[in-house]
């Protein structure tokens, strides 16, 4: 069964600095992977998503994430953080479709803290 | 595009009732998705729908659940005779297409709480 880890439950970081949140899927092939963000109270938005091609994403609000099949990774990143990215941030995957198993598996989430 | 809109956005009942949820998802997606989040978690995946047709269900999905799309449209979410355990947001998804690679648009979700 596939599964997603996401390593660390609370990130503390200053307005400004970088930020990297890490994401290891579990999965035989090469999954759909996703990431989302959460703000309290409210659903999901998708933030960007990996499906083949070029390992490096590009997302919305400034963030990337990057593909690295050998580590069954994809962590995200963002160069400058600014305090309007405080949220939940979920990485998801998603099994190929052949007509079922069509849910996404989401990681338990990053509460990420912005330190002015 | 609208996004997907769920109602009612908070419900409060006592255990034993039943309630009932909808989720509007945006509309030319024909994929519908239900999934459950606990206080602290990741939302876990209940169940979805190609159109009309309910294509799979998870092991979280008990017999009290129940969830319909009578035209392909909007879905509705009924919990009978509510536990303690069920209380968590409700959240619901939609996506277009019948391949995987795309994207599910989150709607706001329901939060339930039961007393």
């Known amino acids: 069964a596939q599964s997603v880890t996401q390593p660390d439950i609370h990130i503390t970081v200053s307005e400004g600095a970088s930020l990297e949140l890490r994401c290891n899927y579990s999965?035989?092939?090469?999954?759909?992977l996703f990431w989302y963000v959460q703000s309290p109270g409210q659903g999901l938005q998708l933030l960007l998503k990996?499906?083949?091609?070029?390992?490096l994403v590009q997302g919305i609000k400034g963030f990337e994430a990057e593909f690295k099949r050998s580590q069954s990774s994809f962590n995200l990143r963002k160069p400058s953080v600014h305090w309007s990215d405080a949220a939940e941030y979920f990485c998801?995957?998603?099994?190929?479709?052949?007509?079922?198993?069509?849910?996404?598996?989401f990681g338990k989430g990053t509460h990420l803290i912005i330190q002015p | 595009d609208t996004g997907v809109s769920q109602n009612p956005r908070h419900k409060i009942t006592k255990r034993g009732q039943n309630v009932t949820f909808r989720c509007d998802p945006i509309s030319e997606h024909n994929r519908l998705y239900w999934y459950r989040q606990t206080l602290g978690q990741g939302p876990e995946f209940l169940t979805y729908?190609?159109?009309?047709?309910?294509?799979?269900k998870s092991r979280l999905l008990s017999d009290r659940f129940s969830a319909e799309r009578p035209k392909g449209s909007f879905s509705t979410l009924e919990i009978q005779r509510t536990e303690q355990g069920d209380s968590a947001m409700y959240l619901c998804a939609s996506s277009f297409g019948g391949h995987s690679n795309q994207p599910q648009h989150f709607g706001d979700g329901t939060r339930l709480s039961i007393l």
């Open positions: 729908f190609q159109n009309e047709a309910q294509l799979e």
């Open positions: 998801a995957v998603r099994m190929y479709s052949g007509g079922g198993a069509d849910g996404l598996t």
């Open positions: 990996y499906f083949s091609g070029d390992t």
């Open positions: 999965y035989g092939a090469t999954p759909y």
